[in-house]
């Protein structure tokens, strides 16, 4: 088992890996992204999983067993700009390797269990969290879908096309899934507070992304008197750090992690500035407060800085509690530890679907994520493989 989960991660290790951060970029769609899902086919079918793919690179590996609704593990293979190895991957290598794991101590399902992969679960390429996801589950339509343009302006079918998909939202992939139950690093503290090597999630916040478009008028930074001008990088300024103290004062969170100068010259006065906004909250009247207050300091910060402001919500989701029951099953005789989570998920896009869902956490010792500092120790993500194999044995006899 060691060797085949350090096998596997070994065969990762180069994919997308940037020389210069020891992060990663496996933008989906991309040549990375194409051949780590090649390589996750290539998985499934070595284990002799029937795969079934749709047009956007969401894939299963199906274990065809017994009858009646499916199991469904897996997580994602895509990364946020210069991300950490295990966000993502940690629950696919997992997801095999506890295929792997159910096989060698004769477990014999009594119904089908799948191995799944969601594509753009990050939303780093063009802006919409869990895009697979949400497409094969029908929270999101392709009529919209196919609107959506990356940082190049290149369009989603055309970055399909390009990676050889043809944009195919095909229901059926997902039609006869029971549960789903997603391995993944922590990307916090809570497990190494707590001296456990696994958890299991009760929950996702309530979070979103919003898009302020600041517009001034650009001009000479040298001629133009400082009294004269309308310069949208000063609201811009004054809106992060409001942004930073509201989550602050409430304990939620609020982050300008992206943003877009216009025409992004050293000696001018720029046109126009975009900036995202990602916020999280506890619930969600918090944060729609949180949100409504940073915009509307936006708002009048512009009146006085003679800029004008646009808002516009790209992608908001709900709050997500997880199965109780799958939850509890998970955590087994272990008693794993059980904590929210801040982050986003294709299991939240699931539970929100109606499948009853699930999450085990392993253990982060940075508790770092989106960043090349991201950690697990084998040791754990071996921990992590035996979790998941138990709770999967639970379920599917
Ligand atoms: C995804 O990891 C997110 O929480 O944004
Ligand atoms: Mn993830
Ligand atoms: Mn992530």
């Not at 017994?66 to 293979?77: F, I, R």
């Not at 310069?231 to 942004?243: G, K, Q, V």
């Not at 512009?302 to 509890?328: H, K, M, N, P, Q």
Request: glycine share 12%; net charge negative.
């Amino acid at each position: 088992m060691v060797a085949d989960f350090e096998a596997m991660w070994a065969a990762l290790a180069p994919v997308g890996r940037s020389a210069a951060s020891g992060g990663y970029f496996r933008q989906p769609w991309t040549s990375a992204e194409t051949e780590l899902r090649a390589w996750f086919t290539e998985e499934c079918r070595a284990r002799g999983l029937r795969v079934e793919a749709d047009g956007l690179g969401n894939v299963v590996g199906w274990w065809d067993a017994g009858e009646g609704p499916a199991v469904l593990t897996g997580s994602h293979l895509d990364s946020v700009l210069d991300g950490g190895a295990y966000d993502g991957p940690l629950g696919v290598v997992s997801a095999l390797a506890a295929v792997d794991r159910l096989r060698e101590r004769g477990v014999e399902p009594a119904r089908p269990l799948g191995v799944s992969i969601f594509a753009e679960e990050e939303g780093s390429r063009f802006g919409l969290a869990c895009l697979g996801s949400r497409l094969a589950t029908g929270a999101l339509d392709w009529e919209r879908a196919r609107e959506l343009r990356d940082r190049d302006g290149v369009a989603l079918p055309d970055a399909l096309e390009s990676a050889g998909l043809d944009g195919r939202v095909d229901p059926s992939l997902l039609a006869g899934v029971g549960c789903f139950v997603e391995l993944h690093v922590e990307q916090g503290r809570g497990l190494d507070d707590l001296d456990a090597p696994v958890g299991v999630a009760t929950g996702i916040w309530p979070h979103g992304r919003w898009r302020f478009e600041f517009t001034g008028e650009a001009n000479h930074a040298g001629t133009t008197r400082m009294e004269d001008r309308a310069d949208p990088m000063l609201t811009y300024a004054m809106t992060t750090l409001a942004a930073n103290k509201q989550a602050r004062l409430s304990g939620q969170r609020a982050t300008f992690g992206r943003v877009e100068v216009e025409p992004n010259g050293t000696n001018a006065v720029p046109s126009r500035v975009t900036a995202w906004l990602d916020a999280r909250c506890a619930d969600e009247a918090t944060l729609t407060g949180l949100v409504a207050a940073v915009e509307r300091q936006a708002a009048d910060r512009a009146d006085r800085d003679g800029t004008t402001l646009v808002v516009t919500a790209e992608s908001v989701s709900g709050l997500v509690e997880f199965d109780a029951d799958l939850t509890r099953r998970l955590a087994g005789a272990a008693g794993w530890p059980a904590l929210p989570t801040q982050a986003g998920h294709d299991a939240g896009i699931l539970a929100a679907a109606g499948v009853p869902t699930a999450m085990l956490f392993v253990r982060n010792p940075t508790g770092v994520s989106h960043s090349p500092a991201e950690r697990a120790t084998t040791a754990d993500c071996l921990a992590g493989v035996e979790a998941l194999a138990d709770a999967l044995g639970r379920v599917v006899t």
